[in-house]
């Protein structure tokens, strides 16, 4: 596998006063897909609850290259661009194109795990999150941290 990718549905609530898709849709639509593919790995909401760690972001950023309308076909592309060999911080990069391969926009979130009883940045169990983590599709320049 190349890359996690699915093809979007935008609804009328996503658009903004100038008929485009609204920067915030972007950012959910990334924030969605990574919770699908976590649980796709195993690290399910039901996992990361008894094991006491979830998933925090440190940066978001988002890219606009072309805008995207309601009509539009978009299809999200997900991969890893950085992680540390523990998987504890990571750098994830969503690209949204069109089914040519056009570029409407790059979304990159870099991130952490953090134990939600103490609430602090914690390393995540090994057995869960780095068996899931290695997994995850890298960019061409993936770096290891």
């Known amino acids: 596998m190349t890359s996690y990718t699915k093809q979007l549905s935008l609804r009328w609530s996503d658009l903004d006063p100038n008929f485009h898709v609204r920067h915030s849709a972007y950012y959910d639509f990334g924030a969605q897909h990574r919770i699908e593919i976590l649980e796709s790995l195993g690290l399910t909401m039901k996992v990361l609850q008894i094991n006491h760690f ?77 068996e899931a983590l290695t997994n995850f599709p890298k960019t061409e320049d993936f770096i290891s941290l």
């Open 54 to 130: 979830g998933p925090i972001l440190f940066r978001e950023e988002c890219v606009f290259r072309k805008e995207i309308k309601l009509s539009d076909v978009v299809i999200m592309h997900t991969k890893i661009s950085k992680m540390k060999p523990d998987a504890s911080r990571w750098t994830i990069v969503h690209e949204f194109k069109n089914p040519e391969g056009q570029l409407y926009a790059t979304i990159t979130v870099d991130g952490a795990w953090m134990d939600t009883q103490l609430r602090k940045i914690a390393n995540p169990t090994p057995e869960i999150a780095v």
